[in-house]
């Protein structure tokens, strides 16, 4: 993955641990946490997909979605504690970064490579997130879907990078953790590398056209760093 001028992350599950604002409350919510957890963001991600192909006068923005599906979630796991939902979806304002990701993005920018978020996410929701990561320092930009007014994977989010920095989508390279962003990404013609996280199967005809690692901390060897 020789040549890339800038690298580009989507932040939910990429950057940042989507889980672990339910973590936070599993004493509260119980075993079942993990999947009540997942289900949120399934729901999450499915109404993104179709305000998008709904089109234009029914865009949300994901921080309402983002209520709209925990309320899905809370109903379907029986779950009627107004306060607690409340405290749990703040939380997701305040999510932790991984591990290892603010040691790469030290790498990163200390080899001169730009650095940017590109993120389904809305700005302030985006904003609050990096502050509290700590990543506000390590990166050159936050791109939202919002200044597009449609969800990942179209093709017009992706072009929000190339814009700004002024590269061609081949001399950059995208990481998400998300399989269908992954695949968008390589068909708008990134370098892609997938975070497979938690060990799930290609999806997208996905293998042998991206990168796929475990997590992130051999992105540096991958990029010739």
Not at 19 to 35: C, V
Not at 124 to 148: I, K
Not at 186 to 202: I, L, M, P, S, Y
Request: charged letters at 20%; a neutral charge.
């Amino acid at each position: 993955m020789q040549h890339v001028r800038a690298v580009v992350f989507d932040a939910y599950g990429t950057l940042l641990d989507l889980h672990a604002a339910m973590r936070r409350y599993a004493g509260r919510l119980g075993p079942d946490w993990q999947q009540i957890s997942a289900d949120w963001r399934m729901k999450q991600v499915e109404y993104s997909w179709v305000r998008s192909l709904a089109g234009a006068t029914h865009h949300r923005d994901f921080w309402r979605l983002t209520e709209e599906a925990l309320v899905w979630a809370a109903a379907r796991h029986d779950i009627h504690d107004a306060e607690l939902l409340a405290e749990i979806l703040m939380a997701y304002r305040h999510l932790d970064a991984y591990p290892e990701v603010p040691v790469i993005l030290r790498q990163l920018r200390d080899k001169g490579l730009p650095r940017a978020i590109l993120s389904n996410g809305e700005p302030g929701m985006l904003r609050d997130a990096v502050q509290t990561a700590g990543l506000t320092d390590l990166l050159n930009a936050v791109f939202s879907v919002e200044s597009v007014g449609v969800f990942k994977p179209d093709p017009r989010v992706y072009q929000l990078a190339g814009a700004h920095f002024g590269l061609a989508a081949s001399q950059m390279a995208f990481i998400s953790s998300n399989p269908w962003d992954a695949f968008g990404a390589h068909a708008f013609g990134f370098k892609v590398v997938w975070v497979n996280r938690t060990g799930q199967r290609a999806e997208y005809d996905l293998h042998g056209k991206v990168t796929e690692v475990k997590d992130l901390t051999a992105l540096t060897g991958l990029l010739g760093l």
